[in-house]
């Protein structure tokens, strides 16, 4: 294990529907990360926390939301999301902000139906 | 634009067998590359990480080589064993603004290892 536990593992939701994404870090990191890996393209970085303030949001759609209420959580609140959202979403976390080695959840697979 | 591109795509091998991934990028500034390995329904675990200054790095059966003249990067596995199927990731570090790295991912090269 990564010191890092995301939940739900998959999450199956409707277009109307609001869900969350959970990130717990065990390793007593400073940053944070959401990605989003889609098939056959590169991780695109969507949103770091650093010491709990948002510090970088990658052009991301509002639909997305993102929680940092302490150090060793992060969420990611989810609504009225559309089918190309569909994707395994990783939570990482790093020491420090921008921090070479960065450890990676398993990822919460999202279909969007 | 700051890129890392990976080939190939995907790869069978039988086991026993050697392969070697490559990894190509156009990053600057650079500052250190590392390859991650991501198994099926997992997140990536880092393998390996290279700084400007050094060729060659070893884990295990897993040997990186850095070229920073060319900017090229390889992973070679050496007697392949089913357990390494997996994506296999490569991805560059670039120093930024505000003294923060930046990491660029590659898409990955597919590993499927056969008895």
């Known amino acids: 294990e990564t010191g890092v536990t995301q939940t739900p593992r998959h999450l199956v939701m409707g277009m109307t529907n609001k869900k969350s994404l959970k990130c717990e870090q065990h390793?007593?990191?400073?940053?944070m990360y959401w990605y989003k890996q889609s098939a056959k393209k590169p991780l695109e970085l969507m949103f770091v926390?650093?010491?709990?303030?948002?510090?970088e949001n990658n052009s991301v759609p509002s639909r997305f939301s993102p929680e940092c209420p302490n150090s060793s959580h992060l969420f990611l609140h989810l609504h009225t999301l559309q089918p190309e959202d569909s994707a395994l979403y990783l939570c990482?976390?790093?020491?420090?902000?921008?921090?070479?080695?960065?450890?990676f959840g398993a990822g919460t697979r999202l279909s969007v139906l | 634009k700051n890129q890392v591109e990976q080939s190939p795509q995907s790869l069978i091998i039988l086991e026993g067998k050697n392969c070697t991934l490559q990894?190509?990028?156009?990053?600057?500034?650079?500052?250190?590359l590392r390859w991650y390995k991501q198994d099926t329904g997992r997140g990536p675990v880092s393998l390996t990480i290279?700084?400007?200054?050094?060729n060659t790095k070893s884990n295990g059966r897993y040997t990186a080589t850095l070229d920073a003249d060319t900017k090229q990067s390889s992973l070679h596995i050496t007697a392949s064993q089913l357990s390494d199927s997996a994506s296999y990731i490569c991805?560059?570090?670039?120093?930024?603004?505000?003294?923060?790295?930046?990491?660029?991912f590659g898409a990955g090269t597919r590993l499927a290892v056969h008895p």
């Open positions: 990482a976390s790093s020491q420090d902000r921008g921090g070479d080695i960065q450890y």
């Open positions: 390793l007593g990191h400073n940053a």
């Open positions: 926390y650093s010491l709990e303030e948002r510090v």
């Open positions: 990894c190509n990028y156009t990053v600057s500034p650079f500052s250190n």
């Open positions: 290279m700084t400007f200054s050094e």
């Open positions: 991805v560059v570090s670039a120093r930024v603004s505000g003294g923060y790295n930046k990491l660029i």
